[in-house]
């Protein structure tokens, strides 16, 4: 018997180029495209918006989540984005969401601040195990 494949789960933080008002149309473009191309890619995560900054989870096949990764890189909405987390997993925690989105969050700003100088090695870290705490608290039944 062959081993599970296994996922590649990657978490990165950037800062919000994205100016009031109309910041909350375009959380709202990023969701739809996100969610279609994603549910293509079979991609699962979550995405925690602040008015400062961008959190996401993404899981899926090794190569989709990178291709996600280098798109989100040129997308002049997002300035410094810093992988601060990455791992394989063998199932996504995000099954059944292909971008969960809950609407802002900005007391998340205190969690995301301190992600921008990440550990050399990408390893977890109490800050980034609290940051995938809080997006399952997000997606689950009754969250957030």
């Given at each position: 018997m062959s081993?599970?494949?296994?996922?590649?789960?990657?978490?990165?933080v950037s800062e919000s180029r994205l100016a009031r008002p109309a910041d909350s149309l375009e959380i709202s473009k990023i969701i739809d495209v996100s969610r279609a191309r994603n549910a293509g890619l079979g991609v699962?995560?979550?995405?925690?918006?602040?008015?400062?900054?961008?959190a996401q989870i993404l899981e899926g096949p090794p190569q989709a989540v990178e291709d996600l990764m280098q798109s989100i890189g040129r997308d002049v909405r997002h300035d410094i984005v810093t992988i601060v987390r990455r791992e394989p997993v063998s199932r996504s925690r995000f099954v059944g969401w292909s971008m969960a989105y809950s609407?802002?969050?900005?007391?998340?700003?205190r969690?995301?601040?301190?992600?921008f100088h990440p550990p050399i090695d990408l390893s977890?870290?109490?800050?980034?195990?609290?940051?995938?705490r809080l997006f399952r608290a997000f997606v689950a039944p009754g969250g957030a």
């Amino acid at each position: 018997m062959s081993p599970e494949p296994k996922l590649l789960s990657l978490v990165y933080v950037s800062e919000s180029r994205l100016a009031r008002p109309a910041d909350s149309l375009e959380i709202s473009k990023i969701i739809d495209v996100s969610r279609a191309r994603n549910a293509g890619l079979g991609v699962a995560g979550a995405l925690i918006a602040t008015h400062r900054f961008f959190a996401q989870i993404l899981e899926g096949p090794p190569q989709a989540v990178e291709d996600l990764m280098q798109s989100i890189g040129r997308d002049v909405r997002h300035d410094i984005v810093t992988i601060v987390r990455r791992e394989p997993v063998s199932r996504s925690r995000f099954v059944g969401w292909s971008m969960a989105y809950s609407g802002y969050s900005g007391y998340v700003d205190r969690d995301i601040a301190p992600l921008f100088h990440p550990p050399i090695d990408l390893s977890p870290t109490p800050g980034t195990d609290r940051l995938i705490r809080l997006f399952r608290a997000f997606v689950a039944p009754g969250g957030a």
